[in-house]
């Protein structure tokens, strides 16, 4: 029995569900860890390291909740942006994001939590609706990233719901420590 692929209109709709729900959870761990600012714990940190793309970005288990906000507000306006441009250039230069340059993170210190809470929001709304907005026939578009190299708007769609799924589990490990 042979399967085939679900049509790429698909692969988008499923991109938005699974965004959508990771941002939600991000939402609500958010709110239960704000204000805790104690470390990971060395068993949760040893388990987190080992998850998605902390292994290449481990420093950001150090930040607190509010960190993670900030990090995640900048992150999906980077997003936002590098969809957008993909979607509708040829072969778009993308600057690379380097989430723990220390005066990105002091920004985020500096930044009221009500703030930084209000942007994730508006910045996550924002990035859910560019995915949405994405022709299935543009899956294939490419952008080239400075570090990275050529990047797709199907890997960035991919990659999108596993990004907010591992600060979603950073942030439960930030709530229950």
Do not use: C, K, N
Request: no cysteine.
């Amino acid at each position: 029995m042979t399967t085939t692929p679900p049509p790429l209109a698909g692969s988008v709709a499923a991109a938005v569900t699974e965004l959508a729900a990771q941002q939600d959870r991000v939402a609500a761990l958010l709110a239960r860890a704000a204000g805790r600012s104690r470390p990971l714990s060395p068993e949760a940190r040893r388990r987190l390291v080992a998850l998605g793309h902390f292994p290449a970005y481990a420093s950001e288990l150090d930040w607190t909740p509010e960190e993670v906000a900030g990090h995640l507000r900048d992150s999906a306006r980077v997003f936002t942006d590098r969809i957008r441009r993909i979607g509708l250039e040829d072969r778009p230069a993308l600057a690379d994001f380097v989430p723990d340059e220390p005066d990105r993170v002091a920004g985020y210190r500096a930044t009221p939590p009500a703030v930084l809470a209000a942007g994730l929001a508006a910045a996550q709304a924002e990035l859910l609706r560019t995915v949405a907005a994405v022709r299935s026939d543009r899956l294939g578009a490419v952008g080239v990233h400075e570090v990275d190299g050529p990047v797709s708007l199907a890997d960035l769609l991919a990659f999108l719901p596993a990004h907010q799924r591992d600060h979603a589990e950073q942030l439960a490990a930030l709530a229950d420590g």
